[in-house]
């Protein structure tokens, strides 16, 4: 019969899910994370990563390859794409919250390659305990969904990302939630033309989010 005993470290981490006052005290947590089997082909969980007091906080969809290395939200080729466009629109990613829908890199091995597998309606549900007591423990007044999981993630429905992009939707509980694609859509075009055409309306949209967050 399988052992089911929890290790006291990891009995501290599940306790510590309910009474996490900080977002490193939640960060923490996290990183004995169970709810969904996603934990047991990732290298760690990666927990989102900003400041305590963002007033704005950009959602993706789950860790990539190197982030999961690195234990880093957006630090790969999307990541690299997404800071190069925010410094372009004036917004310091120092002062925003970055972090995803999902914690933990969903792949299927190819070789020695890991290729990104989208995360199902189930596994993004059982991390939205995390993305809520994000929300509530910073309390921005602005987030904005990278993609159509993010949005699914924020907003509890499929919403079609590019008929609403660029549109703000306010939530029963007051949140403004602006909707735009996610950053490695731009990477995955291949002529240069359209690349350069989509990288120049993200900025548009980065743009647009500099001034909600002013408002």
């Not at 760690?44 to 906080?57: H, L, R, S, W, Y």
């Not at 925010?86 to 070789?111: I, M, S």
């Not at 904005?144 to 990302?161: H, Q, R």
């Not at 490695?184 to 967050?213: G, P, T």
Request: proline share 5%.
């Amino acid at each position: 019969m399988p052992d089911r005993r929890v290790s006291v470290r990891h009995a501290e981490l599940i306790s510590a899910e309910t009474n996490a006052n900080s977002v490193t005290e939640l960060r923490e947590a996290a990183q004995g994370c169970r709810r969904c089997s996603l934990w047991r082909d990732a290298t760690q969980t990666v927990f989102g990563e900003g400041p305590d007091n963002a007033k704005v906080i950009f959602v993706g969809e789950q860790p990539g390859d190197q982030e999961d290395l690195a234990g880093k939200p957006f630090v790969g080729p999307a990541g690299k794409v997404f800071d190069a466009i925010l410094d372009d629109a004036g917004v310091d990613r120092q002062k925003v919250y970055v972090t995803n829908a999902v914690k933990h890199f969903k792949f299927e091995p190819r070789g020695k390659r890991r290729i990104h597998s989208k995360p199902n309606a189930g596994e993004v549900q059982a991390c939205r305990w995390w993305l809520d007591k994000e929300f509530e423990l910073i309390k921005p007044n602005l987030a904005v969904a990278l993609g159509a999981t993010a949005a699914l993630s924020l907003l509890g429905k499929a919403t079609p990302v590019m008929k609403m992009r660029g549109q703000v939707i306010e939530r029963e509980d007051g949140l403004r939630v602006f909707i735009t694609i996610h950053p490695s859509f731009i990477l995955r075009i291949r002529e240069a033309a359209d690349k350069e055409a989509e990288r120049e309306r993200f900025l548009h949209d980065m743009k647009q989010v500099k001034r909600l967050m002013a408002a």
